[in-house]
């Protein structure tokens, strides 16, 4: 067994298996304080929510509580592997929300028969929650999920794979393109994947400026075209009118790849075919569509981007969901809109630009970071993305019109 793996495996088990437990806001000790916490003190809060249901805000942890559920059907890059194997996954976006947002979070993993027994089960339970943040839920089911329980539910609903993904990417690409010297407008982009993430990644790169037939998306069977029979719905919306069938047919002079599809699907000599200076994001986890040193040894006049964290240029939505929830439940916004993810883009993308702090070198076991092709998009610890992001996100939240408290007094200040 590789030294890494054991070491992956021993800190998923000890001292204690797993990666997050539950801890006490109050004080349990005395008889008085039972009394207080249960019965009798408990029913007076009890008494308060049945009255107005907004006071379970108060009385309880549901405002800072998010749920993260998945089915498993689309765990990271590893596919289909059912819900308890997603467990890992999703007590690790749990363990993220706790460090970069304070924000407590359970995991749930849910065994279903149909996309209705899904939506019913999430929808049964989302009144606990502050939020939801759907996780590694294929398409095109992941579409439907998201979009009924986003109608039932009077929460942030929120699938991190599409929209966090989206948000981190978009900013990580307009700031990758204008090292380059290009322009979202004029770039011309294959995006190899055609699921969850690549459906959101495109559709926001277009809000962002992207020209929708500059785009050329691929799933299993190659390009999506016009005259495929076997489109669903989403992917219809990526249909070129064009003779191209290929990886290699589309990526020729292309200036933008983006892989959200799975490990090792693109070669070096696929990247020589692209256009001068070119923006390669290969986002699949933990194995990206190709690997950064077989991408620099192809061409050196690239901008190289990955989901890990063990390499330059980390575009992981670890970048955005703690913050874009943080900023939401702070003003008990109702959902998540397009001005919130747009001002997440904005606020994520105007950090890499400015100097970097001594503490954040430190934790990324580097001398210097300056915006260019090797710092591209901040790093995930850095201390501003809390402040900045969530603050955005909520003043966003409160001019859209969805935020159901104004920003508390000295908000993140
Ligand atoms: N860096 C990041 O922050 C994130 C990265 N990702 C990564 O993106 C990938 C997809 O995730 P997600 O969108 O949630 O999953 P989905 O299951 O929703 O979509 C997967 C897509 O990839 C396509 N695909 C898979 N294998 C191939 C292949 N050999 N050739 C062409 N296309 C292929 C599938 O094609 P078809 O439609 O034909 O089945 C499908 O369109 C994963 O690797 C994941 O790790 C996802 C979210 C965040
Ligand atoms: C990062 C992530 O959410 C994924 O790869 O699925
Ligand atoms: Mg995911």
């Known amino acids: 067994m590789s030294d890494f793996r054991q070491q992956a495996l021993n800190y998923h088990a000890e001292p204690v298996p797993g990666k997050?437990?539950?801890e006490l806001t109050k004080s349990a000790e005395t008889a008085k304080d039972l009394a207080l916490a249960y019965s009798p003190g408990v029913a007076e809060p009890v008494r308060e929510i049945a009255a107005n249901p907004a006071d379970a805000y108060k009385y309880t942890a549901k405002g800072n509580l998010v749920a993260v559920i998945s089915n498993g059907t689309a765990i990271l890059g590893l596919g289909n592997l059912g819900p308890l194997a997603s467990k890992p996954v999703m007590e690790?976006?749990?363990?993220l929300f706790k460090r970069f947002?304070?924000?407590?979070?359970i995991d749930i993993e849910v065994k279903h028969r149909t996309t209705e027994d899904f939506i019913n089960t999430v929808e049964n339970i989302a009144d606990t929650f502050g939020g939801i943040n759907l996780e590694d839920i294929k398409a095109p089911e992941c579409f439907e999920i998201e979009k009924a329980l986003i109608e039932r539910?009077?929460?942030?609903?929120?699938?991190?794979?599409q929209h966090g993904t989206a948000i981190v990417t978009a900013a990580g690409m307009l700031n990758a393109l204008e090292v380059q010297g290009k322009n979202l407008h004029d770039a011309q982009i294959v995006c190899l994947g055609a699921g969850a993430a690549a459906i959101a990644c495109m559709e926001l790169l277009i809000k962002c400026g992207a020209q929708r037939e500059h785009i050329y998306m691929l799933d299993r069977k190659g390009v999506i075209h016009t005259r495929r029979d076997d489109l669903n719905e989403y992917k219809e919306l990526f249909a070129n009118n064009t003779d191209k069938r290929t990886l290699q047919d589309v990526i020729a002079e292309a200036d933008v790849f983006v892989g959200v599809s799975g490990p090792d699907l693109i070669t070096a000599d696929d990247l020589k075919l692209m256009a001068d200076k070119p923006?390669?994001?290969?986002?699949?986890?933990p194995d990206p569509e190709i690997s950064p040193d077989v991408a620099h040894s192809a061409r050196?006049?690239?901008?190289m981007a990955t989901g890990r964290s063990d390499f330059p240029n980390q575009v992981n939505n670890v970048l955005c969901f703690p913050f874009i929830f943080r900023g939401a439940l702070d003003v008990r916004a109702k959902t998540i809109n397009d001005e919130m993810k747009i001002a997440a883009v904005n606020a994520i993308r105007s950090i890499a630009k400015e100097a970097v702090p001594q503490e954040v070198l430190q934790a990324a076991g580097v001398d210097s970071l300056e915006f260019g092709k090797d710092y591209i998009i901040p790093k995930p610890m850095d201390p501003r993305l809390l402040p900045r992001v969530a603050r955005a996100v909520a003043e966003a939240a409160i001019a859209s019109g969805v935020?159901?408290?104004?920003?508390?007094?000295?908000y993140m200040q």
């Open 20 to 22: 997050i437990s539950i």
């Open 92 to 95: 690790g976006k749990a363990l």
């Open 101 to 105: 947002a304070g924000i407590d979070s």
């Open 153 to 161: 539910c009077d929460i942030p609903v929120f699938h991190d794979d």
């Open 279 to 285: 923006v390669v994001f290969a986002c699949s986890n």
């Open 300 to 303: 050196n006049d690239l901008i």
């Open 403 to 410: 935020a159901r408290i104004a920003l508390p007094e000295n």
